[in-house]
């Protein structure tokens, strides 16, 4: 099935957002979670989807084959979500149905509260809700970290430097996955 995708990468002014498409008829948008996954956490699962839509995966900035940015500066809320409008825009794609797995659901959400016309639908999976943190039963989250990876991951939460979105990319991709 992988060999019927169709890549479409798309131009930005910095650099470019990789894209595959396969199918036809209403779009379906993944985005997939992290931040710092790719769309291949998508393959092959989707392909079947192609029966009945048009699938797009993309790799969002900073991960697979997109641009990347050494200062990790770009790599913001704001900015994944202009990402996900130039997406659309250069893919001529006028409305769609945008499906997101974790971090990609909020983002899907996000999204459609900012551009409500040009979504048809939303499929969140294992998705954030972009609400306030609130009191949770004590956790276990770091029984799976060594000692300096905690060390780590505790000084990227103090750097006043990064952003929320910065430390969170960070985190995920110096071990704080292990924590799922």
Same mark, same amino acid.
């Given at each position: 099935?992988?060999?019927?995708?169709?890549?479409? =990468?798309? *131009? +930005?002014? $910095?650099?470019?957002?990789?894209?595959?498409?396969? !199918?036809?008829g209403?779009?379906?948008? @993944?985005?997939?979670?992290?931040?710092?996954?790719?769309?291949?956490?998508?393959?092959?699962?989707?392909?079947r989807?192609?029966?009945?839509?048009?699938?797009?995966?993309y790799?969002?900035?900073?991960?697979?084959?997109?641009l990347?940015?050494?200062?990790?500066?770009?790599?913001t809320? =704001?900015? *994944? +979500?202009? $990402?996900?409008?130039?997406?659309?825009?250069?893919? !001529?794609?006028?409305?769609?149905?945008? @499906?997101?797995h974790?971090?990609g659901?909020?983002?899907?959400?996000?999204f459609?509260?900012?551009?409500?016309?040009?979504?048809?639908?939303?499929?969140?999976?294992?998705?954030?809700?972009?609400?306030?943190?609130?009191?949770?039963?004590?956790?276990?989250k770091?029984?799976?970290?060594?000692?300096?990876?905690?060390?780590?991951?505790t000084?990227l939460?103090?750097?006043?430097?990064?952003?929320?979105?910065?430390?969170?990319y960070?985190?995920?991709?110096?071990?704080?996955?292990?924590?799922?």
């Open positions: 099935l992988l060999e019927d995708l169709t890549p479409c =990468p798309v *131009a +930005l002014p $910095d650099g470019c957002l990789y894209a595959e498409r396969e !199918g036809q209403m779009p379906l948008i @993944l985005i997939n979670g992290g931040p710092g996954c790719t769309h291949q956490t998508f393959h092959p699962d989707f392909s989807a192609r029966e009945f839509c048009q699938v797009i995966y790799d969002q900035r900073g991960t697979g084959r997109s990347r940015d050494a200062t990790g500066k770009t790599y809320v =704001p900015q *994944a +979500l202009a $990402d996900l409008e130039s997406l659309l825009s250069g893919l !001529g794609i006028k409305t769609c149905v945008l @499906l997101g974790s971090y659901g909020l983002l899907a959400q996000l459609a509260l900012r551009h409500p016309s040009r979504v048809r639908g939303l499929v969140l999976v294992c998705s954030k809700p972009g609400l306030p943190d609130i009191e949770a039963l004590p956790h276990r770091n029984t799976c970290l060594s000692a300096e990876e905690i060390s780590f991951l000084s939460d103090h750097d006043p430097s990064l952003s929320e979105a910065q430390k969170t960070n985190a995920f991709n110096n071990g704080a996955w292990k924590r799922q």
